[in-house]
């Protein structure tokens, strides 16, 4: 048994119209939201490479300082022990700053991703929302 509805021609035709015109707006919002998206996730990369290389680069002048104080003091037992003992100690800073900041950037790279899901989930509501806008009409 079939149904049958009565619709106003011109209403839909005016309705479709306005989804269709509005179709293109909502894709290009997508698609700049996709690309900010894609700017968000590549400048956190960089940060946190630069971050990492910032980090070996400053451990690389702590272990090469710690080096130099070390030979400078070899020639006396006391010296030499006390030279190993801030060597290690500097090495163990190092090593430290090192994590703190591999820490610190794994927490920056973890908000960023958590800021594009968030972004992405909103994306993806906007587009159901456009979906059910369409199916009702």
Avoid: C
Wanted: proline share 1%; net charge negative.
């Amino acid at each position: 048994m079939g149904r049958w509805v009565i619709v106003d021609e011109e209403l839909f035709a005016t309705k479709l119209h306005r989804m269709r015109a509005s179709l293109p707006d909502e894709i290009r919002k997508a698609m700049e939201i996709q690309r900010e998206s894609e700017r968000y996730l590549r400048a956190a990369r960089e940060e946190a490479q630069r971050i990492v290389e910032e980090a070996k680069r400053e451990a690389e002048k702590i272990l090469e300082r710690a080096r130099q104080e070390a030979e400078r003091l070899i020639d006396e037992n006391l010296i030499v022990r006390q030279a190993e003992q801030r060597a290690s100690e500097i090495l163990t800073e190092a090593l430290r700053e090192s994590e703190t900041r591999r820490q610190e950037t794994d927490e920056y790279i973890r908000d960023v991703l958590n800021r594009l899901e968030r972004f992405a989930n909103r994306l993806l509501e906007v587009v159901e929302e456009g979906r059910q806008k369409f199916s009702e009409k």
